[in-house]
């Protein structure tokens, strides 16, 4: 079975700061890894994926994310938060060859003006 | 091209009563999937169709059953509905079974 965690249910950043969500994920077989953001009352929106290749995976809005295989991690970064990036975010597993995704929890980023 | 198209946007249903939430896939897309979002939790994977055949099934009881249609619109129904079932559903299409996935908004259901 798949799994992720996201070990923070908040994040606290100051605006200009950099910013790092956590994500580990569990899977038998080749990982592809998502983020995704919600804004309140709204759907998921895509921000990465990370497939193969280079382990640095550039998204959206600035946002990257770092592939990590021996430490299991997938975590999402931004070198300089903005209040706007203040939602929940969610990371995503699925195994090559199967189409279920599997979410984390979300963790909330507040980021202050 | 239009995105992922749910509706309704909110529903409110009584305890026992039957309901069906519908899903118009991006253009194109082949494969949708939904998803049951509880308060303050991830999504959860309910099923997905691929071609109007189920092509997958989470963890929910067989009260929660759905359709693709040809044009690869999609619905999901849920009978004998509980106050559990309260939840943002979500669903995503896909061009294919393993490409990415686009989200609609969602249908807020409240069951009282």
């Known amino acids: 079975a798949q799994s992720v965690a996201q070990p923070e249910d908040q994040v606290n950043v100051a605006e200009g700061n950099p910013l790092t969500v956590k994500c580990t994920y569990s899977?038998?077989?080749?990982?592809?890894l998502f983020w995704y953001v919600q804004y309140p009352n709204r759907g998921l929106q895509f921000l990465l994926k990370?497939?193969?290749?280079?382990?640095l995976v550039k998204g959206s809005y600035g946002f990257e994310a770092e592939f990590n295989k021996s430490q299991t991690s997938f975590h999402l970064k931004k070198p300089s938060a903005l209040v706007s990036d203040s939602a929940l975010y969610f990371c995503?597993?699925?195994?090559?060859?199967?189409?279920?995704?599997?979410f984390g929890k979300g963790t909330m980023l507040l980021v202050s003006p | 091209e239009t995105g992922v198209t749910q509706s309704p946007t909110h529903l409110i249903k009584t305890r026992g009563q039957q309901v069906t939430l519908r899903c118009s896939s991006q253009s194109g897309h082949n494969t949708v999937s939904w998803y049951q979002q509880a308060l303050g939790q991830g999504p959860q994977f309910i099923f997905q169709y691929y071609r109007e055949e189920e092509n997958g099934r989470g963890n929910f009881p067989p009260r929660f059953s759905g359709l693709q249609f040809p044009n690869y619109s999609s619905e999901l129904n849920v009978n004998a509905l509980e106050l559990d079932d309260s939840a943002l559903y979500l669903c995503a299409s896909s061009l294919r079974v393993n490409y990415g996935y686009t989200f609609g908004s969602g249908t807020r259901l409240t069951v009282v």
């Open positions: 995503a597993v699925r195994v090559s060859g199967y189409s279920t995704l599997t």
């Open positions: 990370y497939i193969t290749g280079d382990n």
């Open positions: 899977v038998s077989g080749n990982p592809y």
